[in-house]
């Protein structure tokens, strides 16, 4: 692969992480709920879906984020569906 499209490929790479990290919700985390692998988040619009801001339950892609977060915990996340159902597809804590 040449210089020059090695390079466009990392530009166009950071261009991508950089849009979607400005999508991301703000949201508070409300529930963990281990045993049902979900988190209750009180969340601005997310845009991905076009939902508007409101309190709900998501399914997490990565079960492990169940053990960085606590009630009261603020985050920007990002979710979307997979099987069917709606869930937390990147989550950190906010700045």
């Known amino acids: 692969?040449?210089?020059?499209?090695?390079?466009?490929?990392?530009?166009?790479?950071?261009?991508?992480?950089?849009?979607?990290?400005?999508?991301?919700?703000?949201?508070?985390?409300?529930?963990?709920?281990?045993?049902?692998?979900?988190?209750?988040i009180k969340h601005g619009p997310l845009k991905s879906l076009d939902m508007p801001g409101m309190t709900m339950v998501f399914g997490v892609s990565d079960e492990a984020v169940l053990d960085k977060f606590q009630p009261g915990d603020k985050v920007r996340f990002d979710a979307g569906k997979m099987d069917g159902k709606i869930v937390v597809t990147h989550i950190e804590p906010a700045r």
């Open 1 to 40: 692969m040449s210089k020059i499209r090695i390079a466009f490929m990392t530009g166009l790479a950071a261009f991508a992480f950089t849009a979607s990290a400005a999508e991301l919700a703000d949201g508070e985390i409300r529930k963990v709920d281990k045993d049902n692998k979900k988190l209750t």
